[in-house]
Antibody, heavy 118, light 111 residues
Framework: QVQPVQSGAEVKKPGASVKVSCKAS????????IHWVRQAPGQGLEWMGR????????NYAQKFQGRVTVTRDTSISTAYMELSRLTSDDTAVYYC???????????WGQGTMVTVSS | QSALTQPASVSGSPGQSITISCTGT?????????VSWYQQHPGKAPKLLIY???ERPSGVSNRISGSKSGNTASLTISGLQAEDEADYYC???????????FGTGTKVTVL
């Protein structure tokens, strides 16, 4: 598996939305779940959601329901995570990661820093 | 769903063994053999060390081992080395409502 490549750092104002991209191989996107995990500064890891490879169906952590949307564009082998109604508490590094058959997160992207500040 | 409980810090001297615990509940660790462990160096992405409680991906040192008993999973690092100094996180599948829950994280210091 090749490491996914994520989009660059973002600075957003409170109330705005952010969309982070994760470019993986065509093989990865069509065969493996893509998960999104975030890490606030100095804090631990937090699972946000995932997209299934075949159906494109999604699952989200209850905490983010209604605010997060995970999508994919198979034509360019890219997955996306969009988070809306941002607050300062959403300042974090956002990672995409490839799931394996054992519900573990196998390969991680390099992370995308999202800063929410007025 | 609360985070799994890990000790905030664990330390050991080079060559020693250390064990990090990860305590959950019957709704996560206790119900599924789907505990994974991750190592994270400062400023870097996490790295998978253990999956399914005790399985090592190819390329992970055999100094790393995992186990589970009841609602508690454990990660053991034997022959501690300077490069093992990092943060460690456990994670468990937690069913079709919560999906995944991470541990609080443990900072390992090599003395």
């Amino acid at each position: 598996q090749v490491q996914p490549v994520q989009s660059g750092a973002e600075v957003k104002k409170p109330g705005a939305s952010v969309k982070v991209s994760c470019k993986a191989s065509e093989y990865t996107l069509s065969g493996y779940q893509i998960h999104w995990v975030r890490q606030a500064p100095g804090q631990g890891l937090e699972w946000m959601g995932r997209i299934h490879p075949h159906s494109g169906g999604t699952n989200y952590a209850q905490k983010f329901q209604g605010r997060v949307t995970v999508t994919r564009d198979t034509s360019i082998s890219t997955a996306y995570m969009e988070l809306s109604r941002l607050t300062s508490d959403d300042t974090a590094v956002y990672y995409c990661t490839i799931g394996n058959d054992a519900d573990a997160f196998d390969i991680w992207g390099q992370g995308t820093m999202v800063t929410v500040s007025s | 769903q609360s985070a799994l409980t890990q000790p905030a810090s664990v330390s050991g001297s080079p060559g020693q063994s250390i064990t990090i615990s990860c305590t959950g509940t019957s709704r996560d660790v206790g119900s599924y053999n789907l505990v994974s462990w991750y190592q994270q160096h400062p400023g870097k992405a996490p790295k998978l060390l253990i999956y399914e409680g005790s399985e090592r991906p190819s390329g992970v040192s055999n100094r790393i081992s995992g186990s589970k008993s009841g609602n508690t999973a454990s990660l053991t690092i034997s022959g501690l080395q300077a490069e093992d100094e990092a943060d460690y996180y456990c994670c468990s599948y937690a069913g079709s409502r919560t999906f995944y829950v991470f541990g609080t994280g443990t900072k390992v210091t090599v003395l």
